[in-house]
T-cell receptor
């Protein structure tokens, strides 16, 4: 089973709203990722969690706040977003147990389609 | 600077024939390469990967070839089927650990494959 689930599937929010995206995996993976993808572009890495600790923040604005409550869950808290933040937000996970970087495979969830009005 | 390049934005192939998708990279530190398939408004689905110690990896109808000296890889799909119509992303990772057990993927811009019945 290589399933990563994401909720909600679609989200429409105003610029003053606070909302959260949720990601879950039960594969025992220890690395989890948030990506943002705009139409006709490749996924752009936002955050990486390794063993529930934030290891990479790709200079993402503070209106995006990640959280990893446990090894199976990853949240992305959204506040005061801009219309240009509208995109497909993808979560991914990888085993994170290989002894050598670059031999893990990342498995993606279906994404949350976010629209900011 | 684009480190992973997919120079063909689109490709059309007749059903039953071979589809060849190409990918070039510039970073000689990349040591693991992956292909993902993506339908609109869905997350990328992992297809096949190859480590830099190999020059070929096969999985059913999908074969990936790696030419390290040319910094080039290709994905062959034989025979192509209408259900293969999607955007295909090439991705690569480096030896550098981003944090214990995690690594960063660099994606190409994707090639849209259309398989004509």
């Amino acid at each position: 089973d290589t399933e990563v689930t994401q909720t909600p599937k679609h989200l429409v929010m105003g610029m003053t709203n606070k909302k959260s995206l949720k990601c879950e995996q039960h594969m025992g993976h220890r690395a989890m990722y948030w990506y943002k993808q705009k139409a006709k572009k490749p996924p752009e890495l936002m955050f990486v969690y390794s063993y529930e600790k934030l290891s990479i923040n790709e200079s993402v604005p503070s209106r995006f706040s990640p959280e990893c409550p446990n090894s199976s869950l990853l949240n992305l808290h959204l506040h005061a977003l801009q219309p240009e933040d509208s995109a497909l937000y993808l979560c991914a996970s990888s085993p994170g147990t290989s002894g050598r970087a670059g031999t893990d495979t990342q498995y993606f969830g279906p994404g949350t389609r976010l629209t900011v009005l | 600077d684009q480190q992973v390049k997919q120079n063909s934005p689109s490709l059309s192939v007749q059903e039953g024939r071979i589809s060849i998708l190409n990918c070039d990279y510039t970073n000689s530190m990349f040591d693991y390469f992956l292909w993902y398939k993506k339908y609109p408004a869905e997350g990328p689905t992992f297809l096949i990967s190859i480590s830099s110690i190999k020059d070929k990896n096969e999985d059913g109808r999908f074969t990936v070839f790696l030419n390290k000296s040319a910094k080039h890889l290709s994905l062959h799909i034989v025979p192509s089927q209408p259900g293969d119509s999607a955007v295909y992303f090439c991705a690569a990772s480096t030896l550098k650990f981003s944090g214990a057990g995690s690594y960063q993927l660099t994606f190409g811009k994707g090639t849209k494959l259309s398989v004509i019945p």
